[in-house]
């Protein structure tokens, strides 16, 4: 019991030092306000979100420009979290596919307790320290991928024991927090420490800190995508046409880029397997699919320059 009372001192201790377990004598009143308010007063606090992932932007510039390196060389970008932060890990993996047209494994978000987690609360799945190991080992993580741990407090046992591994297998080791000198942090090579603050309704940490995650992740895949050529003039080009809505946004991508009639799109988009970039460089150069698709991949993907290329 002594032990148990001690460690028990001891998280209270951690807890009281976090800013975003904080609470605020500001918001002692939120019961007695009325929904108006109440909108203006979170508003006010979720925009002040922005400002502190701003200030972070050395080092979501170096870790983008990490993972696009890593990319390069067939590696994998590998998010790990608990909770709301493992969920935001797992959302943006998974909507990389249809966005940019990448293979499932390229992008990928481990969950603390597993696919159960990713719906309902998994107890004491975040304290362990294990786990996430285990899970990077199954996945034969490479010197060549990119482990993001995120967490809000920078101190989840899952987090810290994945990024840990993963440092010693030699991947870029990256970590994204929502307190400033976190203890993921200290073991990822890149700190992106964006300090939110109290939360809203204190220690709700969906709130604030996981805004701020997902505007990371926004930038980490975004950018990263954007330097392997998967856009082109801010417009996806790499997009994979898995239902109507995509179809007919694929068409009409075509069409602004390259001003040919819609029938002319759809024709082009059909020689190209549905493959919006190639349909793109097939209207620009008038080259053929073969040719087009070789210009591609002498050009590394960027649409920009095999066009440059078949001109």
């Known amino acids: 019991m002594p032990n148990e009372e001690n460690r028990l001192t001891d998280l209270l201790d951690v807890l009281a030092a976090l800013g975003t377990e904080a609470s605020s004598t500001e918001r002692g009143d939120l019961d007695l306000l009325g ?20 200030e972070r932007s050395a080092e979501i510039a170096a870790a983008v420009d990490g993972i696009t390196a890593r990319f390069r060389r067939g590696g994998r970008l590998i ?33 603390a307790g597993g696919e159960t987690a990713i719906r309902s609360a998994v107890e004491n799945a975040e304290d362990d320290g294990d786990a996430a190991a285990q899970s990077l080992r199954e996945i034969e993580l490479t010197a060549h991928d990119t482990v993001v741990g995120i967490s809000a407090s920078g101190r989840t046992p899952y987090v810290v024991g994945g990024l840990e591994f993963a440092r010693g297998v030699g991947a870029l080791t990256v970590a994204i927090a929502s307190n400033a000198a976190s203890e993921i942090g200290a073991v990822a090579d890149i700190a992106i420490e964006v300090v939110t603050g109290p939360e809203f309704i204190s220690g709700s940490t969906r709130l604030k800190s996981g805004t701020a995650q997902k505007l990371v992740v926004n930038m980490l895949t975004t950018l990263s995508m954007i330097k392997l050529g998967k856009t082109h003039h801010g417009v996806m080009v790499d997009l994979l046409a898995t239902n109507e809505k995509l179809h007919a946004r694929s068409i009409r991508t075509v069409t602004e880029l ?42 590394d993907g960027i649409l920009r320059v095999a066009i440059a290329g078949l001109s």
Do not use: W
């Open 79 to 111: 998010y790990i979290g608990a909770g709301t932060a493992g969920r935001v890990g797992v959302l943006d993996a998974s909507e990389c596919p249809p966005t940019f047209g990448t293979d499932p494994s390229m992008v990928v978000g481990l969950i």
């Open 258 to 299: 390259t001003g040919a009639t819609v029938d002319d799109a759809a024709a082009a988009l059909a020689s190209a397997d549905g493959s919006v970039k190639l349909a793109i460089l097939m209207l620009s150069t008038g080259a053929s699919a073969e040719r087009s698709v070789q210009a591609l991949q002498d050009a």
């Open 35 to 54: 929904t108006a308010e109440l909108v203006t007063r979170m508003n006010a606090e979720d925009r002040r979100v922005p400002e502190a992932v701003a």
